[in-house]
Every structure is written in C-alpha cells, then in structure tokens.
C-alpha cells in the first residue's frame, strides 16, 4: 500500500488485566481502569476489561453461520490462574486425538495456560503449540472429542471489492461470545505497519473489512458467503472520526507455517546480514558518521556488516544505501524486512545499492535468522 497508513499511530493492545501494552498511545477503549484516548491509531483486539454494549448485526446469513458457527471459540489467556484476557479462534484441522484451533499470537501471548469456551458453554484446557509474532498466528488444541465442527478454508486468490463477509468472535468477553457481524470487503492487498519486538518495522499484508471487529474478535474468522474462512481478524483502525475499518490477515498467509507451528518449531525466516537504518532517520545517521545525499529519498543504509553472513560474502560495506532486491524498489527498514521474508535462507538474491552516488549490484545467499 501506498504508505498511508505509516502515518497512523500503531498500537498493540496485550492481554494483560488492567494495563494494556500499548507501544504508542492508543489504548484499549474497553480496558479496565482506562479511559479512551483521541486519536489515530491501529489496536489489536483483545478483550481485557469490562463488558460493553455490543450491536450484533445479522443480515439473513444464518445458512453460512450455521455452517461453520460449532467450529469457533473464545479463547481465554490466563496467567498464574487469573485471566488475563480473552479473543477469538476457530477449529481448521482435526486428527485422532486433537482438535487444531488457529488464533492471534498476541491473543495467547503471555499465557500460563489457556482455556477454550465452546458453543455448548463447556470450558476445556487447551494447549499452546506454537505462534509467530511477524505472522500473528498462534496455533492451540483441544481434545477431539470436545470438537462440535471444523471450518472450511477458503481462499482470497477471487475475493473482490463489495464482495459480502460476515465474522464470528466474542466481543468484549463471555457475555457476548460468539456475535456475528457482516459486511462488505472494503480494500484489498493493504499494508500497515505493526509493532513487532517493541519496533514498528514489519509491513502485514490485510483484507479491509467494514465488519465490525471489536475487542475479543482477534483470532476469529473473517467468513465469505459461503461460510469458508477466508481470513483471520487481527486489526482495527481507531480514530474519532472514522468507523468501520477492520483488517483481517489473509488465510494464506495465517496457513502458511501452520506445519511449524503444530510441531512447536520457531518459523525460519532468512537473513541479510547487515545492521541499517532507513534513509529518512538522518539523525541517527549522522552519529554513525554517515552522510547521505539528498538526492536520495528511499532505501535502507548498511551501518554495519555481521560476520559469517551472505553479506559479509557479498561487496556490501558501511554506507552503501540499499535501494532494492531482485527488482523490487526498498523504500525504508520495514519494507526491507517485508521484501525480505518472502524468500527463504539458502536463497540466492540480487542486491542493487548506492555507493558514492553510482549504482552497483552484488549477489547475496542468505543465510538463516536465529531471531
């Protein structure tokens, strides 16, 4: 996208009681002990406070509802026995002992144990398996015998703007558990900028939803006509004077690293090799000792070269501008890293930079991010 968005303010809501982690200053609107801060901002969803007045809007979609409402949960974060907060998932995959549930990362995160609530009101202990936080998907388990239904998994490759969605989550808590809200798909194949490691510098790929997504729907479905998963609800636009923009990551990509996840393996993504900082933090630039000419508005600047790295084999040196890989235009340090983990380690790619105001291009294999 277009950079629109890096101008909001990003904040990630945690699941802690009471004290929402917000990096920036937008918090949680229905957080205990805390009052609504005006401003621009992108939350993610997890209900942590007091229960509010939710509207549920349901647009004669009870065939598709019915199709695949058995198969969602609220998901309930504790940590040393007190409930910290609590989102949404659903039921993908089964086998013989276990039902597999995709949720957020951010929904689980901090989790000493984590329960599930079923349609049937029945609570049950689930396991975490494993979650990425660049991805925010988490994967839990359940009993198989606790399973009422799996959801079909679609795909977004034929999703188009108008096309008619619909969501199933817990807004603000068990009170409202399982609402459903419909809509229409608002924006395709965005990009915003989330916190990731206390840093915004990671780029999601989004489908835009006038849906409402609300606190306690993270890790709920986004549903097309048909009742087929076509995303999972991650994000929300918070201003004073806008409504109706939800964001849900792609299905695709939340299944991407699924297998991983289900074994309890970290997701391998590649390695540059390099320290940078993005063209625009002159600043900071300038206590490494490095000038950049004007002429150059985007890109990444190497600061230093890692040892036993693809880089530190490749021509690459302090003050060399990064300005793009294998064709694609590098615009600043998240874009970068976007760019980046599309590829895996072992892959060979083509580096073209800046040095002395002359355009060069060396080859790089990346190598494995222990990150």
Request: charged letters at 20%; hydrophobic letters at 40%; glycine letters at 10%.
């Amino acid at each position: 996208m277009r950079e629109k968005f890096l101008n909001f303010i990003i904040a990630l809501v945690g699941v802690i009681a009471g004290a929402a982690v917000a990096y920036l200053i937008i918090v949680n609107p229905f957080a205990k002990n805390e009052t609504s801060i005006s401003g621009t901002g992108i939350i993610r969803n997890t209900y942590t406070g007091d229960y509010s007045k939710v509207v549920v809007d349901n647009s004669g979609i009870s065939t598709a509802v019915k199709k695949v409402y058995d198969a969602v949960v609220m998901v309930q974060n504790y940590k040393s026995g007190k409930l910290q907060g609590s989102g949404s998932g659903f039921v993908y995959k089964t086998d013989s002992k276990y039902g597999y549930i995709m949720t957020n990362q951010h929904v689980v995160e901090g989790s000493t144990s984590l329960k599930v609530m079923l349609t049937s009101n029945k609570v049950v202990d689930a396991d975490l398996l494993g979650g990425d936080e660049y991805l925010d998907i988490a994967v839990i388990r359940i009993p198989v015998g606790d399973v009422k239904a799996v959801a079909t998994i679609g795909k977004t490759s034929d999703i188009q703007l108008g096309d008619f969605v619909f969501t199933i989550g817990s807004p603000v808590g068990e009170e409202y558990f399982n609402s459903v809200t419909s809509g229409i798909i608002s924006g395709l194949n965005r990009q915003v900028t989330v916190s990731v490691k206390s840093q915004n510098d990671w780029l999601m790929d989004v489908i835009q939803v006038d849906a409402a997504i609300n606190p306690g729907n993270s890790g709920g479905p986004l549903l097309n006509s048909n009742g087929e998963v076509i995303g999972v609800n991650s994000l929300k636009l918070v201003d004073s004077q806008i409504e109706g923009m939800g964001f849900s990551i792609k299905i695709e990509d939340a299944m991407s690293h699924v297998g991983e996840l289900e074994n309890g393996k970290s997701v391998e993504r590649p390695l540059l090799g390099i320290n940078l900082l993005s063209v625009s933090d002159k600043s900071m630039l300038y206590r490494y000792g490095i000038s950049i000419s004007d002429d150059i508005e985007d890109g990444v600047v190497v600061i230093s070269v890692e040892k036993n790295t693809g880089a530190a084999k490749s021509d690459l040196e302090k003050g060399d501008v990064i300005v793009a890989i294998d064709g694609k235009k590098v615009k600043n340090a998240a874009n970068l890293k976007y760019i980046l983990y599309k590829y895996k380690p072992g892959d060979k790619i083509k580096v073209k930079y800046n040095r002395d105001g002359k355009e060069k291009t060396t080859s790089v294999t990346l190598t494995k991010n222990s990150d």
